[in-house]
């Protein structure tokens, strides 16, 4: 709706004035792709490789002890992939690694004491429950007694 009012007010300058103090923000070719094209090839090059590498390669657990008091990690266990946090108290918050959006596995962030997702920025809780999207879907949460 606002870009309608926007283009409205630059058209409209154009033709009485001849320029417009908007006319250069929303130049269709402000945009140079070739100019950005190598970059965005490196960037989901990597984004490919984390994708992959976050697939294959997950620490195998057999136990739920075998995690720390305080840590987070994203492991397999019995063929499954699971984001585990064990707080200090001993508590276990256990969910599925997989981001619901496209299906990247998520990452820890210590900071902030969440579950974040390398593809797209999709940020969920300790028990998967989203902060910030794209996902509109939280993770799915295990019960730990189950596993
Ligand atoms: S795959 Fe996780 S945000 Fe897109």
């Known amino acids: 709706m606002i870009f309608g009012t926007i283009s409205s007010r630059i058209i409209s300058d154009l033709i009485i004035n001849e320029n417009s103090k908007y006319e ?48 987070a990690k994203v492991v397999k266990y019995e063929g499954d992939s699971y984001a585990l946090y064990k707080e200090a108290t001993g508590k276990v918050h256990l969910v599925k690694s ?31 429950k989203i902060l910030t999207g794209p996902s509109v879907m939280a993770l799915q949460r295990v019960d730990p007694e189950d596993s």
């Open 24 to 71: 250069n923000i929303f130049n269709p070719s402000r945009i140079k792709p070739i100019a950005g094209f190598t970059s965005f090839v490196e960037e989901n090059a990597v984004v490919a490789f984390d994708f992959i590498k976050d697939k294959l390669f997950k620490e195998k657990i057999t136990s739920l002890h075998e995690i720390n008091e305080g840590e």
């Open 98 to 128: 997989t981001c619901p959006h496209a299906k990247c596995e998520v990452r820890w962030n210590s900071a902030e004491l969440s579950w974040d997702c390398p593809c797209h920025g999709s940020r969920f809780n300790i028990n998967g």
